[in-house]
């Protein structure tokens, strides 16, 4: 990247009217290549129905967290995910929290997460499934607790976008982009540092929020997704051109 960045995009983005970013945080990344910059991100189709009520945890029933994506250990994280896992198994009686990982292998990761699950001893409260689409991804979405996701970079994750527009709280990562605007919406929990002992205590924290506080989060988890509805998007990105255009042929930049 740092060989292609000198010989192509750097003329290439230097040369462009202003950068358009996904997020606050990319924007702020990404100062040193451009003085113009914007920011419009990705859209969501919001669901129609209205977030479901957290479960409770009763008897021998444990909390669902989900990921949904790649299962790219170091991009997405999952090595940190499943370490931090183990920690908080290892500090209570009983744990009361599982994850499901739902995605692609990717150069036989599922192997190696598989031999790290056992490694760890979290055969009874991690398992690895296919990918999910359409109207099986939905129902996954709708019967879990929350999303997790301890990615070390993205850009806007719309696997993200997507639990949130159903209204699961999220535990992210700094590396989402969007874990400081989930954590300051009351819509989930930013991951302090992608360590075993951060991931760890954001488990807790999950874990220890009334069912009350979580249906609290979880509509305010829908209103952070319905801005990134795809009507909001489109609008907001036709007018982001649409000043860019006409600044481009105003009187006063000739």
């Known amino acids: 990247k740092w060989l292609a960045d000198r010989l192509f995009y750097k003329n290439y983005v230097r040369c462009a009217r202003a950068l358009h970013c996904l997020t606050e945080q990319e924007a702020m990344q990404s100062r040193h290549w451009h003085p113009c910059i914007f920011v419009v991100g990705n859209g969501v189709d919001l669901p129609d129905q209205t977030p479901h009520a957290p479960s409770k945890v009763m008897g021998d029933k444990r909390l669902v967290l989900v990921f949904i994506g790649r299962l790219s250990i170091y991009h997405k994280g999952l090595d940190c995910l499943l370490h ?39 055969q009874k409260v991690v398992s690895i499934r296919p990918p999910s689409f359409g109207s099986d991804k939905k129902k996954i979405l709708q019967h879990a607790d929350g999303f997790i996701m301890t990615s070390r970079f993205e850009g806007h994750p719309m696997a993200a976008l997507e639990a949130l527009s159903y209204g699961l709280p999220c535990l992210l990562t700094d590396g989402t982009n969007i874990a400081d605007e989930v954590e300051s919406a009351e819509a989930g929990w930013r991951i302090k540092s992608l360590s075993e002992k951060s991931v760890s205590a954001a488990l807790a924290q999950f874990v220890a929020t009334s069912p009350e506080h979580k249906a609290a989060m979880s509509l305010n988890a829908r209103s952070y997704a319905a801005k990134f509805s795809w009507d909001v998007i489109a609008n907001r990105t036709v007018r982001q051109y649409q000043q860019l255009i006409d600044d481009c042929y105003s009187p006063t930049s000739v």
């Open 84 to 122: 931090g896992l183990a920690a908080y198994c290892s500090s209570v009686v009983s744990p009361n929290v599982e994850i499901h990982l739902h995605g692609p292998s990717e150069r036989g990761s599922q192997e190696q997460l598989l031999r790290l699950v056992s490694h760890l001893k979290l």
